[in-house]
């Protein structure tokens, strides 16, 4: 292994030679020869930095940038080299008016810049009730392009009889960035290392990571102790894609059916039997199986990032994506101060932290929709340090992958890089150093544990963790 000498070695050395060759001359700070230490000991640490980084892009797990693009030129096919950044896989608004036909390939655009389409014509005869309801894609590309249901998109060219803005009414999800140098690299060194051929697991397992936004691929065999017998192959796809180093969307959100395709393209030997896709023929291609661990953690805020109001609790109805009806509206809340609703469904408890837009009698409006409608929720106080403390964990649990299930039918492969383990000390590894957090205790579970993959995240004064 090389050893690198840094800038202030390189000066060290020079003034060693110049004293061994010229013992009567001063080396001292601000001496000629101190001086000229200095610029030849920059210039010398300028042409080593480059010859380094040469010699790091000569080698696929020290290279970055063009030179990991340059491996996987010459190490993989076309379809498997750097995923180039994806637009909308789909989703559909609704525009209100007059009852007006809408040509193909309209484009809208967002306060953000991003661009939109639909790609077929809307009729007249498609409106009902003052509104219509039609599929647009995005024109742009990169994770820019997703949008929340609620959100608006402008008729770049306005159309008379109908209102300038139309409204999300799914999700528009599925972009993603381009693949990042770290999943790009993690892929070209599973790829050398487990090299595909004649249909082994590691064919199966090149092929379906980077399509679909299928980040970590697990693949079962027949002869598996959770396969599905012999003569089937089981892929369990485990996304989104990554855009630098954190995940993009719901974790669960790889398309099975473009690893499905590419899969019986590529991979699939002609013998194999063939179903409805994505298939539980003689190829399978499906999400990890769902499993459910708590983890409690007390944090105790540092002055000065304890919640914005006194902390009252009180049970919630949620009529509509907007207004939160209170039992008793606490009194110190007022515009402008965070929320957090800890809103349980079935057994799952999602964290929806939200900006005050106003308050009237029991009832308070939020600046944004909630992505979960159950009744009988409950309202607790959010402290600024809490966004900070939820984000520090999920990046912790992001690199988890789901654990063995009862009963037992996905067992992902335990690997250095992605592990099933949940460390105690890695929580407070994550949490304990942060500027809004005094200490912390964790209450639940006791030992290490081996979860799913990590989902959800609440409170500021207890924080729990749901995997699913």
């Known amino acids: 292994m090389i050893t690198w ?17 010229f013992p009567n001359t001063s080396t001292a700070e601000r001496s000629d020869a101190w001086l000229e230490a200095q610029g030849v000991g920059g210039v010398a640490g300028l042409v080593l930095a480059r010859v380094r980084a040469v010699y790091n892009d000569m080698f696929p797990d020290t ?32 525009a209100t008016g007059v009852a007006t036909a809408i040509p ?34 995005s024109i ?35 972009a993603r960035d381009r693949e990042s140098d770290d999943e790009a690299q993690a892929r070209l060194l599973d790829w050398l290392r487990y090299p595909p051929g004649g249909g082994n697991w590691a064919h199966y397992k090149a092929y379906a990571e980077g399509v679909g936004s299928c980040v970590i691929a697990f693949i079962y065999e027949g002869n598996d102790s959770v396969g599905r017998g012999l003569g089937t192959v089981d892929v369990v796809c485990l996304g989104p894609g990554r855009s630098e180093d954190a995940y993009v969307g719901a974790r669960f959100s790889a398309d099975q059916n473009l690893v499905w395709d590419e899969l019986t393209e590529e ?30 953690i007390v944090v105790t805020p540092v002055t000065g990032y304890g919640p914005d109001f006194v902390p009252t609790y009180a049970t919630v109805g949620m009529p509509d994506a907007y207004t939160v009806n209170l039992v008793a509206l606490p009194a110190a809340i007022s515009q402008g101060d965070r929320v957090l609703l800890n809103v349980q469904a079935g057994g799952i408890y999602y964290p929806e932290v939200r900006e005050v837009a106003s308050t009237g009698v029991n009832f308070i409006t939020v600046t944004e929709p909630f992505s979960a409608t159950t009744p009988g929720a409950t309202l607790y106080p959010a402290g600024p340090g809490t966004l900070t403390q939820v984000e520090a964990i999920l990046d912790l649990f992001d690199t988890l992958t789901p654990g063995d299930t009862t009963p037992a039918t996905r067992k992902p492969v335990i690997s250095s890089d992605h ?39 609440i409170r500021n004064g207890l924080i729990v963790v749901t995997y699913i």
């Not at 340059?70 to 609704?94: E, I, L, N, W, Y």
């Not at 939109?116 to 005869?125: D, I, K, L, P, Q």
């Not at 008379?160 to 799914?170: K, R």
């Open 104 to 137: 193909a390939n309209t484009e809208f655009v967002h306060a953000d810049g991003t661009r939109y389409r639909n790609a077929t014509a809307v009729g007249v005869a498609e409106w009902a009730g003052g509104s219509v309801t039609f599929d647009v894609t």
């Open 267 to 296: 991979v699939r030997p002609c013998t194999a039997d063939l179903d409805t896709r994505p298939s539980l023929g003689g190829l399978g291609v499906s999400d990890p199986v769902a499993q459910a661990e708590n983890v409690q």
């Open 140 to 174: 742009d590309t990169g994770v820019g392009c997703n949008k929340a249901s609620g959100d608006t998109l402008t008729f770049i060219s306005p159309i008379a009889g109908i209102d300038d803005e139309v409204t999300v009414n799914t999700d528009l999800s599925g």
């Open 419 to 457: 592990p099933t383990d949940l460390l105690l000390a890695d929580i407070f590894d994550a949490v304990q150093g942060l500027a809004s957090v005094q200490n912390m205790t964790i209450t639940t579970p006791v030992a290490d544990v081996t979860p799913g993959a990590a989902k959800q995240l």
């Open 63 to 94: 290279a970055t940038g063009d030179a990991i693009d340059r491996h996987m030129f010459v190490c993989m096919p076309a379809s498997k080299r750097r995923q180039a950044a994806s637009g909308t896989t789909g989703g559909d608004v609704t």
């Open 5 to 21: 000498p840094t800038k202030e070695n390189l000066v060290q050395r020079y003034l060693a030679w110049h004293r061994y060759f």
